[in-house]
């Protein structure tokens, strides 16, 4: 027992004095599983935990799994840090083997290892504990694989398995231990850590979170702040389907050029989202690189009159030559689109009708059908894929269904989202007439 609460004052003079980390810190049984909202200081506890049981145990060997290399790198940045800590309030050298941004090996035969998603080199140690750090960004097929790896190098020592993460949707590795028809679910001991846990406990995070909250969707709020598993089903484009467009882009090796630039030539595509009650355009430019349509070129026009945007507008057709541009006609888009339709023609620059659930649902639909079959590549852009993401359907008392994105104070943002929709109409839409591009 002694030794139980040295660990846990340790633990908080290194850095974990939030009640959820000594919660979690304490726990000593054999499954956890934590969900979490974003910035709690997960990574952070899991870290002290692990240099405290490696440090106290002979012979303890430790594997912490995170999904890439870059949060692999910081989970051990954090270890080393709690590591010159604990020698600074110690006053002692630890004597250590190795020590390295992937591994720390003592001098006492205990060992840390902080891998990235890689099977292969978690089956060739066995070890005491294994954590898997992040798990709501492992994906189904991914986590298995992981967790096939972790029960072997498990299974010579009996070892202990931590799984803790941010819900992504209820799929996924994590969802697995938290699905409570799940026969994995019943083996674990559960920790949920909400927004208001370390709000109750730091104020200036409290004021964080409220500002964050002004930005995000209910649902967005729910998963990244209360740590819920939100149920996608209302979402037009879920985690799964930006994903698989996210890796198309990734596999392709696309950039997205500057604005300003001038692409080689090709054909372009371009969608307008004219700011209506917000002071933002939007300009999504398209290029169809062999089957693939892909993002060249995105552009936000911040508190810019009108004039000023027609000119920027102008240039880049000039520089672009889009086969086609698109534009929403909503409020002053109508304006936008007369001046750029008596300038190119009616069969280069036309209007989307938004105004009108059926077509705004047809528009909508394409583009996530371009998505579905891979045809659409999108870079990893924050903005966009949280206004897509958070873009959903409601179905209205008459039967209806509605549309919307983003919820803020004043507007839907989804300004984003329906450039980019413009973009795929222009690439997708037939022209008018006989013009011969
Ligand atoms: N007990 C604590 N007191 C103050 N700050 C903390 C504490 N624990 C973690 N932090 C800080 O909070 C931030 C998020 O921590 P991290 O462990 O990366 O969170 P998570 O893994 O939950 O996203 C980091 O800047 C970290 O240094
Ligand atoms: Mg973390």
Redesign the pocket.
């Known amino acids: 027992m002694a030794k139980k609460l040295d660990r846990l004052e340790l633990a908080k003079k290194l850095?974990?004095?939030?009640d959820y980390?000594q919660a979690v810190i304490g726990c000593h049984d054999k499954y956890r599983t934590v969900r979490?909202?974003?910035?709690?200081?997960?990574?952070?506890?899991?870290?002290i935990e692990s240099l405290l049981d490696a440090f106290m145990q002979d012979d303890y060997v430790i594997c912490i799994i995170s999904p890439t290399s870059r949060q692999s790198l910081?989970m051990m940045r954090?270890i080393k840090k709690a590591f010159r800590r604990f020698e600074k309030l110690t006053g002692s050298m630890i004597p250590t083997e190795k020590f390295t941004s992937e591994e720390i090996v003592f001098h006492h035969g205990s060992e840390i290892h902080s891998l990235p998603n890689n099977p292969a080199g978690i089956q060739g140690i066995d070890c005491n504990h294994a954590i898997i750090?992040?798990a709501g960004l492992f994906g189904q097929r991914e986590g298995e694989d992981i967790i096939d790896a972790v029960v072997g190098s498990l299974s010579a020592k009996k070892g202990r398995l931590t799984i803790?993460g941010?819900p992504k949707g209820k799929r996924g590795l994590l969802w697995q231990y938290w699905d409570t028809s799940s026969d994995r679910y019943k083996e674990f001991t559960h920790f949920t850590?909400t927004w208001k846990d370390r709000a109750r406990?730091?104020k200036d995070?409290e004021k964080e979170v409220i500002t964050h909250k002004r930005i995000l969707s209910a649902t967005q709020f729910e998963e990244t702040y209360n740590a819920e598993f939100i149920d996608e089903g209302v979402l037009i484009f879920p985690h799964d389907i930006l994903d698989a467009s996210i890796a198309l882009w990734k596999t392709n090796g696309f950039v997205v050029m500057p604005f300003e630039g001038n692409p080689e030539s090709g054909r372009t595509y371009v969608g307008v989202d004219f700011g209506r009650k917000r002071d933002l355009t939007e300009i999504h430019v398209l290029k169809q690189e062999g089957k693939i349509l892909r993002t060249l070129m995105m552009k936000s026009l911040v508190k810019m009159n009108f004039e000023d945007q027609k000119d920027v507008i102008d240039r880049m057709m000039t520089r672009v030559r889009p086969v086609r541009m698109v534009i929403d006609e909503r409020g002053l888009g109508l304006a936008l689109l007369d001046y750029f339709q008596k300038k190119y023609g009616e069969s280069r620059v036309q209007p989307m009708k938004m105004s009108e659930q059926r077509s705004k649902e047809r528009l909508i639909l394409q583009c996530r059908n371009c998505i579905t079959d891979l045809q659409l590549a999108l870079p990893p852009n924050d903005e966009l894929h949280e206004q897509m993401h958070s873009f959903q359907k409601e179905y209205t008392d008459h039967g209806n269904v509605r549309y919307f994105g983003k919820v803020d104070e004043t507007d839907f943002m989804d300004d984003k989202v329906i450039a980019l929709v413009a973009a795929v109409e222009a690439a997708q839409s037939k022209p008018f007439g006989f013009t011969i591009m």
């Open positions: 850095g974990a004095n939030f980390q979490k909202a974003r910035q709690i200081g997960m990574t952070t506890a899991l870290g910081r954090y750090d992040e803790s941010k850590v406990q730091d995070y």
